[in-house]
Each structure stands twice: as C-alpha cells, then as structure tokens.
C-alpha cells in the first residue's frame, strides 16, 4: 500500500520559516515527479512546487524566490523548505506523487496524495 506521510507543518509568524517534509513508502519514487500543493479554507487546491524525476524544480510565481523544493531518493522523500511566510500562505499542505516524470500542476495529474499538514502563518 503506498503512502505519502506529511510532517513539519504548524504556527509561524509572518517572515518566519518552515520545513516540510513528504515521506513515501510502499513503492519507489524515485525518478517519478512529486509535488506539494496547498489548499487555503475556501479555496481550490493549488501547485506549490514540483520536482521531476530528474530533479529539475518548478514554483508557482506567488514561491519562487522564497519556497525550495528538493528530494533525497535515498530516503525516497520530498522537501519543502518554506522562508519569508506571509499569512496568506496559510493552508494545508499536501504532498502528491506521480507515475510519470514530468511535473504537472493539476490536482488530476497526481496518482497518490498524502494527508496533508496545516502550516498557519500568523500577521
């Protein structure tokens, strides 16, 4: 059975960081895509970041500069270091993997999600 497990999540204050991680088990991941989303409360889920199978990184315009991604396919996991939170980045974050290898930024695109982790960031 394949799970995405996600931890790191929490209260911040604005300007403040976290970082979040995505373990899988129950199949490799390696050299698949995997992404993090994030859903706000009323709001459609939306692409945070992505990873491809060969590590080439993607970021919704609102994160780049301030959100990295990054994996350890040794530990068959994925990263999101999160700096300079604002309270809009408020939501719960999931983390999604693909079969495929390219990175998509549709919520459909993705065949195994995880949980999801609340990060609230505080003004």
């Known amino acids: 059975q394949v799970q995405l497990v996600e931890s790191g999540g929490g209260l911040v204050q604005a300007g403040g960081s976290l970082r979040l991680s995505c373990a899988a088990s129950?199949?490799?991941?390696?050299?698949?895509?995997m992404a993090w989303f994030r859903q706000a409360p009323g709001k459609e889920r939306e692409f945070v970041a992505g990873i491809s199978g060969g590590s080439t990184t993607y970021y919704a315009d609102s994160m780049k500069g301030r959100f990295a991604i990054s994996r350890d396919n040794a530990k068959n996991a994925v990263y999101l270091q999160m700096a300079s939170l604002k309270p809009e980045d408020t939501a719960v974050y999931s983390c999604a993997a693909r079969r495929g290898v390219v990175v998509l930024t549709t919520p459909p695109g993705y065949d195994y999600w995880g949980q999801g982790t609340q990060v609230t960031v505080s003004s």
């Open positions: 129950g199949r490799t991941f390696n050299g698949h895509a």
